[in-house]
């Protein structure tokens, strides 16, 4: 085969002398890469010669020739399958758009024709000498070469390998082919395995990186999401839990006895199913379960099978479809909608209209969410008059409010001196002063009450505050918002009144109860006398966040999600990522009762955590995952294990959404929510979010999360013990 090796350089320096020595642009490299997993992967599948050809197409370094040839053992005999390997390499070649690619087409087909008769008459000579072959094949490379140095660089520098993905994954997630795209999670994921994978195959490099990185970011992740829900989790729960709970059943036990029966059907060998399950699921801890059922003695080793290699095919089953699910099941979650005529924006506020209920829609967000410090659109004005009438000479600042308790004199120009109202000035007449109202009031009675409407910036120029307002005050509680305004309101007007977490309408008569919420907006020191004189503190958007209770709410969610109640030998937890976005859940649904719970959480630092721990997350998990496909791929298992593991994951959603969208005629973003929880696939679910513009989804995720979550694993070590 040596000769045979060297016959194919010269064949491949024959037929392109001119071939650069490096590719020279990134599609040349990565056509040479998708080559040399092709041709990887084919040979080892349908090559039945006892020993084979292992090509190496990306062999970069200062003697580059672009063809290397070695062996591995392979068991067997014939010769069947090269020509469908060479026909294999032919079309790839042609159908890759790359000067590179099409210039090696020729030295392809004659390789493919060389390796053919060579293999044929090493055989023999190959089967005589038995294992001695492997001794003789070479050793591992010392990364060379621009690649080569710069994967080398990662491996040993993994926080550099982390945010590389982040920073190629972001952009390739934005391309749109067709109308389709990734997006930034699954940008990320197919970075992060497409780097660890090249540096295993080609090189043998590993990215290890500890688990803790991919567990802190998670826990982040998890908790932003949940307080970024959490206002509306319950009254989801009330609204659709018992469809919520059906669709979790069907895509659990579908993905169950899809795969289960599927792996008996084709003759896979014990531990493929239960990997295949932990895979498709994307919940490792399953593989956990089947694990101790093997060891335990629950499953019955066949005669001449070892518990290793038991284990050995669940990893396997797990690692190829752990891989093929993350990437489809976040591209098909997240294209439902529109794969049935859907909108998903339009759907998706029309979710946010249904949750909201009978809420006032002018009222804003609710407090301690995104948006709720936004002043939006205001029917109040600050105008400017000329005291021009008698009878408002003489009078203060806040005479005039109790006479008018809908309009407030803010500001007083005298000349060159500017007098701020909250000094209670005593008007003159020629003053000009700043008068806040609702507009169509100023307009239709400003002048006559005052007196000519003049252009004088100095007393209209205010920065307007939004602030909320805990209701905490015995005395402040069975008042009406026109008694109140009367008391507190100078120079703020109400924008919104918050009771439970829901906005209602807020009428003169409207009685205040303790515990509301109050949103009002005006000059700086009007909200903070307003909230003076409430014994209140005002709660505004702020960039600061309170990280002590932040880093406490995660402790507690941690240690939630960790405690486990052990029945029949299997463990039944939360989970540690489900207890943090619970916690989250929780410290969002009491800031919106009470503002001031929980301390400031800037909205800046909350998007901060939700989009950089999910990105970083999956990032962790391809550098983990992305070696082990490689060793995967032996034999028509492989085919199999794909297989199973993408109808695992993709029929189970789908058969929830057909049951929501037809059956139960639910809204299709919020089914599509439910569908991603059910399939325990945060991801996916953050797909949903960028294509629908809102964050309603997750209303319907951590039912069907936290169920499935518990009953994977239950059905996960039956499989296991059944196999």
């Given at each position: 085969m040596a000769a045979v090796a060297r016959q194919l350089q010269k064949m491949a320096r024959d037929v392109n002398p001119a071939r650069p020595r490096f590719p020279q642009t990134i599609e040349d490299l990565f056509a040479w890469v998708v080559l040399e997993l092709i041709v990887r992967w084919t040979f080892s599948l349908i090559w039945t010669t006892r020993?084979?050809?292992?090509?190496?197409?990306l062999y970069i370094n200062d003697q580059y020739t672009g063809l290397e040839v070695s062996e591995m053992s392979r068991p067997g005999t014939g010769i069947r399958g090269v020509l469908t390997a060479m026909l294999a390499m032919l079309l790839l070649a042609v159908a890759t758009n790359s000067t590179h690619a099409k210039a090696a087409a020729p030295a392809l087909a004659a390789a493919a024709v060389s390796v053919s008769v060579g293999a044929i008459a090493a055989t023999d000579a190959k089967a005589a000498t038995g294992d001695a072959s492997s001794a003789a094949k070479p050793a591992d490379k010392e990364p060379t070469g621009?690649?080569?140095?710069t994967l080398g660089y990662l491996s040993k520098n993994t926080f550099a390998?982390?945010?590389?993905?982040?920073?190629?994954?972001?952009p390739l997630g934005r391309v749109s082919v067709g109308g389709i795209s990734l997006g930034a999670t699954a940008g990320t994921l197919v970075v992060s395995v497409g780097l660890a994978l090249l540096g295993s195959a080609v090189y043998g490099l590993t990215f290890n990186i500890p688990g803790l990185v991919e567990d802190i970011f998670l826990m982040m992740f998890m908790y932003a999401l949940g307080m970024r829900v959490g206002p509306q989790f319950f009254s989801g729960l009330a609204r659709g839990g018992l469809d919520f709970i059906v669709i979790a059943l069907i895509v659990c036990f579908s993905n169950v006895l899809i795969i289960f029966f599927g792996a008996k059907a084709v003759g896979l060998e014990p531990g493929y199913a239960a990997g295949i399950?932990?895979?498709?699921?994307?919940?490792?801890?399953?593989?956990?379960?089947?694990?101790?059922?093997?060891?335990?003695?629950?499953?019955?080793?066949p005669d001449g099978m070892t518990a290793d290699a038991v284990m050995?095919?669940?990893a396997a089953g797990y690692a190829i479809s752990y891989i093929l699910s993350s990437v489809t099941i976040i591209l098909l979650i997240k294209y439902l909608p529109a794969m049935f005529g859907v909108d998903p924006v339009k759907a998706a506020k029309e979710a946010e209209a249904s949750f909201a209920g009978d809420s006032d829609p002018d009222a804003g967000a609710?407090?301690?969410?995104?948006?709720?410090?936004?002043?939006?659109?205001?029917?109040?004005?600050?105008?400017s008059y000329r005291v021009e009438h008698e009878e408002l000479a003489g009078k203060t600042v806040q005479d005039l409010f109790r006479e008018h308790p809908h309009a407030a004199v803010l500001r007083v120009v005298r000349g060159d001196e500017v007098i701020e109202a909250s000094d209670n000035p005593t008007l003159q007449m020629g003053d000009v002063i700043g008068v806040a109202g609702r507009y169509g009031d100023l307009v239709a009675k400003g002048s006559d009450l005052a007196g000519t409407e003049v252009d004088e910036p100095r007393a209209r120029r205010f920065d307007i505050e939004v602030a909320d307002l805990y209701v905490g005050k015995i005395e402040h509680a069975g008042m009406t918002l026109e008694e109140l305004g009367r008391e507190i309101g100078f120079g703020v007007y109400l924008k919104g009144l918050f009771r439970g977490g829901i906005a209602i309408p807020h009428l003169p008569k409207t009685v205040v109860e303790k515990g509301d919420v109050l949103r009002i907006a005006g000059p700086d020191w009007c909200v903070k006398q307003a909230a003076k004189a409430m014994n209140s503190t005002p709660i505004v958007e702020t960039a600061y966040t309170e990280v002590a209770f932040l880093s406490a709410a995660l402790v507690m969610g941690f240690i939630i999600g960790h405690a486990s109640v052990v029945i029949g030998g299997i463990p039944f937890a939360l989970g540690t990522s489900a207890g943090c976005m619970l916690m989250g859940i929780m410290v969002s649904y009491f800031r919106t009762r009470k503002p001031t719970f929980g301390g400031p959480t800037s909205e800046g630092a909350r998007a901060f955590l939700n989009d950089i721990g999910l990105s970083l997350f999956v990032a962790v998990l391809g550098a983990t995952v992305g070696p082990k496909i490689l060793s995967s791929f032996q034999g028509t298992v492989v085919i199999w294990i794909a297989v199973l593991g993408l109808a695992g994951a993709l029929i189970p959603?789908?058969?929830?959404?057909?049951?929501?969208?037809?059956i139960r005629k639910m809204n299709p973003i919020i089914l599509a929510g439910a569908c991603a929880g059910g399939r325990n696939s945060t991801p996916s679910l953050n797909g949903v979010q960028d294509v629908s513009g809102s964050a309603i989804a997750a209303v319907a995720y951590p039912v069907p999360y936290a169920l499935t979550s518990a009953l994977i694993l239950i059905l996960g070590y039956m499989v296991m013990v059944f196999s």
């Amino acid at each position: 085969m040596a000769a045979v090796a060297r016959q194919l350089q010269k064949m491949a320096r024959d037929v392109n002398p001119a071939r650069p020595r490096f590719p020279q642009t990134i599609e040349d490299l990565f056509a040479w890469v998708v080559l040399e997993l092709i041709v990887r992967w084919t040979f080892s599948l349908i090559w039945t010669t006892r020993w084979v050809p292992s090509f190496s197409l990306l062999y970069i370094n200062d003697q580059y020739t672009g063809l290397e040839v070695s062996e591995m053992s392979r068991p067997g005999t014939g010769i069947r399958g090269v020509l469908t390997a060479m026909l294999a390499m032919l079309l790839l070649a042609v159908a890759t758009n790359s000067t590179h690619a099409k210039a090696a087409a020729p030295a392809l087909a004659a390789a493919a024709v060389s390796v053919s008769v060579g293999a044929i008459a090493a055989t023999d000579a190959k089967a005589a000498t038995g294992d001695a072959s492997s001794a003789a094949k070479p050793a591992d490379k010392e990364p060379t070469g621009v690649v080569g140095w710069t994967l080398g660089y990662l491996s040993k520098n993994t926080f550099a390998f982390l945010f590389l993905a982040l920073a190629l994954g972001y952009p390739l997630g934005r391309v749109s082919v067709g109308g389709i795209s990734l997006g930034a999670t699954a940008g990320t994921l197919v970075v992060s395995v497409g780097l660890a994978l090249l540096g295993s195959a080609v090189y043998g490099l590993t990215f290890n990186i500890p688990g803790l990185v991919e567990d802190i970011f998670l826990m982040m992740f998890m908790y932003a999401l949940g307080m970024r829900v959490g206002p509306q989790f319950f009254s989801g729960l009330a609204r659709g839990g018992l469809d919520f709970i059906v669709i979790a059943l069907i895509v659990c036990f579908s993905n169950v006895l899809i795969i289960f029966f599927g792996a008996k059907a084709v003759g896979l060998e014990p531990g493929y199913a239960a990997g295949i399950v932990s895979g498709s699921y994307t919940v490792t801890a399953v593989m956990g379960v089947a694990g101790s059922a093997v060891s335990s003695g629950a499953f019955k080793l066949p005669d001449g099978m070892t518990a290793d290699a038991v284990m050995a095919n669940m990893a396997a089953g797990y690692a190829i479809s752990y891989i093929l699910s993350s990437v489809t099941i976040i591209l098909l979650i997240k294209y439902l909608p529109a794969m049935f005529g859907v909108d998903p924006v339009k759907a998706a506020k029309e979710a946010e209209a249904s949750f909201a209920g009978d809420s006032d829609p002018d009222a804003g967000a609710l407090p301690g969410t995104a948006g709720a410090g936004l002043l939006g659109f205001s029917g109040h004005q600050i105008r400017s008059y000329r005291v021009e009438h008698e009878e408002l000479a003489g009078k203060t600042v806040q005479d005039l409010f109790r006479e008018h308790p809908h309009a407030a004199v803010l500001r007083v120009v005298r000349g060159d001196e500017v007098i701020e109202a909250s000094d209670n000035p005593t008007l003159q007449m020629g003053d000009v002063i700043g008068v806040a109202g609702r507009y169509g009031d100023l307009v239709a009675k400003g002048s006559d009450l005052a007196g000519t409407e003049v252009d004088e910036p100095r007393a209209r120029r205010f920065d307007i505050e939004v602030a909320d307002l805990y209701v905490g005050k015995i005395e402040h509680a069975g008042m009406t918002l026109e008694e109140l305004g009367r008391e507190i309101g100078f120079g703020v007007y109400l924008k919104g009144l918050f009771r439970g977490g829901i906005a209602i309408p807020h009428l003169p008569k409207t009685v205040v109860e303790k515990g509301d919420v109050l949103r009002i907006a005006g000059p700086d020191w009007c909200v903070k006398q307003a909230a003076k004189a409430m014994n209140s503190t005002p709660i505004v958007e702020t960039a600061y966040t309170e990280v002590a209770f932040l880093s406490a709410a995660l402790v507690m969610g941690f240690i939630i999600g960790h405690a486990s109640v052990v029945i029949g030998g299997i463990p039944f937890a939360l989970g540690t990522s489900a207890g943090c976005m619970l916690m989250g859940i929780m410290v969002s649904y009491f800031r919106t009762r009470k503002p001031t719970f929980g301390g400031p959480t800037s909205e800046g630092a909350r998007a901060f955590l939700n989009d950089i721990g999910l990105s970083l997350f999956v990032a962790v998990l391809g550098a983990t995952v992305g070696p082990k496909i490689l060793s995967s791929f032996q034999g028509t298992v492989v085919i199999w294990i794909a297989v199973l593991g993408l109808a695992g994951a993709l029929i189970p959603p789908f058969l929830a959404w057909l049951y929501g969208f037809y059956i139960r005629k639910m809204n299709p973003i919020i089914l599509a929510g439910a569908c991603a929880g059910g399939r325990n696939s945060t991801p996916s679910l953050n797909g949903v979010q960028d294509v629908s513009g809102s964050a309603i989804a997750a209303v319907a995720y951590p039912v069907p999360y936290a169920l499935t979550s518990a009953l994977i694993l239950i059905l996960g070590y039956m499989v296991m013990v059944f196999s």
